[in-house]
Nanobody
């Protein structure tokens, strides 16, 4: 079983950047495909990006393509989400998630979740 802890959220102006981190422990990090999801107030938790175990495959929702980059460092047991050109619509709690097997875009296919980190973008 893997434990996940997100960090790096905060308040930034539109057009700014943030880098989220997700530290994993308790299991072999490279055994898991990883994903980032986000949940805005009153909305469902939505897929943002995912990454295969050894970074060979990445997936993004259309609205973040070209602005967000998901990456991982298996030696440091850490997942990242570099977010550039942030927009007010990106405001949400961001969660990292892990699953055994291949990377997917479906929330229900992820088994382990962090507690989330708040990202707020001001206009």
């Amino acid at each position: 079983q893997v434990q996940l802890v997100e960090s790096g959220g905060g308040l930034v102006q539109a057009g700014g950047s943030l880098r989220l981190s997700c530290a994993a422990s308790g299991s072999t990090f490279s055994d898991y495909a990883m994903g980032w999801f986000r949940q805005a107030p009153g909305k469902e938790r939505d897929f943002v990006a995912s990454l295969s175990r050894f970074s060979s495959r990445t997936y993004y929702i259309d609205s973040v393509k070209g602005r967000f980059t998901i990456s991982r460092d298996n030696a440091k047991n850490t997942l990242y989400l570099q977010m550039n050109d942030l927009k007010p619509g990106d405001t949400a709690v961001y969660y990292c998630a892990a699953r055994s097997g291949s990377a997917t875009t479906h929330r229900n296919e992820y088994d382990y979740w962090g507690q989330g980190t708040q990202v707020t973008i001001s206009s």
